[in-house]
């Protein structure tokens, strides 16, 4: 068995290995840490999250590095100010030994200026988020020309975050003869790139197969209705009375909705996105790790700080766009040598996802059916027993006790324990036995909304404009104040598109679209009468008008799709195209 002794720390870095309680190497720690202390090289080591890469690039640096000198000789970007904060933590732990170390961590949304008088009483690590370390370049607060070592950690998330041209800007200032280390869960196309344009023949260390899930986590799926994805979320919870979780949306605006929803439905939950300054995103992540909130509401680039072991399931309240951010968000859970399950809450439109991630991941779904009513009874009830049954006793409740057994001296035992429990198991029982089935069955075929349930609409902006499917379906769920799945099967032509609400939002969009106009053009919305087509054909534009009021932009629409676009009409749609929102980063 492999231990820290036998490769190659020194005395300082071993007795802060021993004080943190750590005993043997993980595997990527095994296999990184005697490449980088035995040769300068550069490195791509591919693993999962939570396996333990920041000691993997922390003790090498740690050991290798000057202590006696000020001058900055490493420098580790990572994507968001949590993991910032945490890799700056645990260098400073893992380094406590080493009388001298100075490691500052640089990061939006602090002050600027303490930062810079930080680094210059002699930084010699600077653990930095892109966005801030090239401002700090800009403005000459930093010296980055000598450093020997530089990391990029989870470059996979920084590159899906926008950050290349900041990182290659940032690279820019650091000597060609430093080493480069490259950490990473998954090693998509970009990553690649990096590692080709920056990189010097590096050894490449891979931990399982590439983007595969760690066998710790379990994956299981519910298909369920669109509109019942929250109450599906709400049986989750109830059904694991001991639930520890970080649940997944894919905006910020849904993020803080589902987490108000389950806190005014008496769950404890938080809310974790980057609107949210860093006050209140420390608030939430030490309430979080005190087990104060037992349901973590996140973004994905809002999670990447998240450094919590016990944490019992991941819940993808929306798949990623993204398929290998799965990876990503499933390594939340199932680390440190502990189990966790990864949930998906998905649509019959999403399932066909299930099947893409599970050939990336290397690992099967279990399509598992939501608990009923009843089931989830009986759940919490033993849940309740259990937590009675093990509870230290306090005596001084003894002074009570002489009251307590008058005011019950004609209940049974029986009745005793049926009037305790009922105060919690009632609660549960009045809301769920008249709760509906939520499961959906796929043998229906799995792909598509039901067609008897929901409207296909045909509006006249497409490629053309702009637009891709993805593009289109945020920017009409931002201005009509859409929820993720009340808009979907998205489909995008050059100069027009199609989609699909339930019929319930029909008069809500048509009204909305009434000669709605955008930097003074005309944007027309009407029902598509075939509305299983994308094809031109299906739209039958002499069907019947919706009022003389929009026979006017519905003629201009027409006049759009003949074939002849004036100088004037390019313009106001190239204008449309220019000013449409920009999907925020994720």
């Not at 653990?127 to 700090?136: F, I, L, Q």
């Not at 290349?164 to 790139?193: C, G, H, R």
Request: aromatic letters at 8%.
């Amino acid at each position: 068995m492999s231990t820290f002794q036998n490769l190659g720390l020194n005395k300082d870095l071993l007795q802060a290995i021993s004080d943190l309680g750590f005993t043997t190497p993980s595997e990527v720690q095994e296999k990184a840490i005697p490449v980088l202390l035995q040769s300068e090289t550069d490195l791509v080591a591919l693993a999962q999250t939570g396996t333990g890469k920041t000691a993997a690039f922390g003790f090498p640096m740690l050991q290798k590095i000057d202590i006696n000198s000020r001058t900055t000789q490493g420098l580790i970007l990572s994507p968001t100010r949590e993991l910032c904060l945490q890799i700056t933590n645990e260098m400073k732990l893992y380094g406590k030994y080493c009388k001298g170390l100075n490691v500052v961590a640089i990061y939006g949304g602090a002050s600027i200026t303490e930062q810079a008088r930080e680094v210059k009483r002699g930084a010699q690590i600077i653990v930095a988020t892109p966005g801030r370390m090239k401002d700090m370049i800009s403005r000459q607060m930093v010296d980055i020309s000598k450093i020997q070592f530089s990391v990029l950690d989870e470059a996979d998330e920084m590159l899906n975050m926008g950050f290349k041209e900041d990182i290659t800007d940032i690279l820019s200032y650091t000597p060609q003869d430093k080493s480069t280390w490259l950490f990473s869960a998954t090693m998509p196309n970009e990553v690649a790139s990096i590692a080709k344009n920056f990189m010097y023949n590096p050894q490449e260390i891979t931990v399982g197969n590439k983007n595969e899930s760690t066998a710790q986590v379990s994956h299981e799926y519910y298909l369920v209705n669109s509109r019942d994805r929250y109450l599906a979320l709400k049986r989750l919870a109830d059904a694991n009375p001991d639930i520890f979780s970080v649940v997944f949306c894919r905006t910020k605006r849904d993020t803080q909705k589902v987490a108000e929803k389950l806190i005014e439905d008496g769950y404890n939950a938080g809310a974790l996105h980057g609107d949210l300054s860093q006050n209140q995103r420390d608030l939430v992540m030490k309430a979080f790790r005190n087990n104060q909130i037992q349901m973590l509401v996140a973004t994905d680039v809002a999670a990447r700080g998240i450094d919590v072991d016990d944490i019992t399931h991941v819940i993808n309240y929306q798949l990623p766009d993204e398929i290998e951010t799965y990876t990503h968000r499933s390594g939340r859970t199932g680390r440190a040598g502990k189990t966790g399950v990864s949930m998906v809450i998905v649509s019959k439109s999403e399932v066909r996802k299930i099947k893409s991630i599970e050939r990336i991941i290397k690992k099967q779904f279990l399509k598992k059916d939501l608990p009923n009513g009843m089931d989830i009874c009986e759940v919490q009830l033993m849940s309740l027993a259990n937590k009675v049954h093990h509870t230290e006793v306090n005596h001084d409740i003894d002074n009570y006790l002489g009251k307590i057994n008058t005011l019950f001296e004609d209940t049974t035992k029986d009745e005793l324990i049926k009037k305790f429990f009922s105060v919690e198991f009632s609660r549960f029982y009045n809301y769920y036995q008249k709760a509906p089935d939520l499961n959906v069955s796929d043998s229906q075929g799995a792909g598509s909304h039901d067609t008897d349930d929901s409207v296909r609409y045909f509006i006249n902006v497409g490629r053309k404009d702009g637009f891709d499917w993805m593009q289109l379906k945020d920017f009409l769920r931002a201005i009509l104040e859409l929820g993720q799945d009340d808009l979907f099967k998205v489909e995008t032509k050059d100069s027009f598109s199609f989609f699909n609400t339930e019929k319930a939002l029909k008069e809500k969009v048509l009204n909305f679209f009434t000669d709605f106009k955008h930097n003074g053009r005309f944007v027309n919305v009407e029902v598509s009468e075939n509305r299983g087509s994308g094809k031109r054909r299906d739209r039958k534009r002499n069907g019947s008008k919706r009022s003389d009021k929009r026979s006017g932009s519905k003629n201009r629409a027409e006049r759009r799709h003949s074939g002849g676009k004036s100088k004037s009409r390019r313009s106001k749609s190239n204008d449309f195209a220019a000013s449409r929102p920009r999907r925020s980063r994720r």
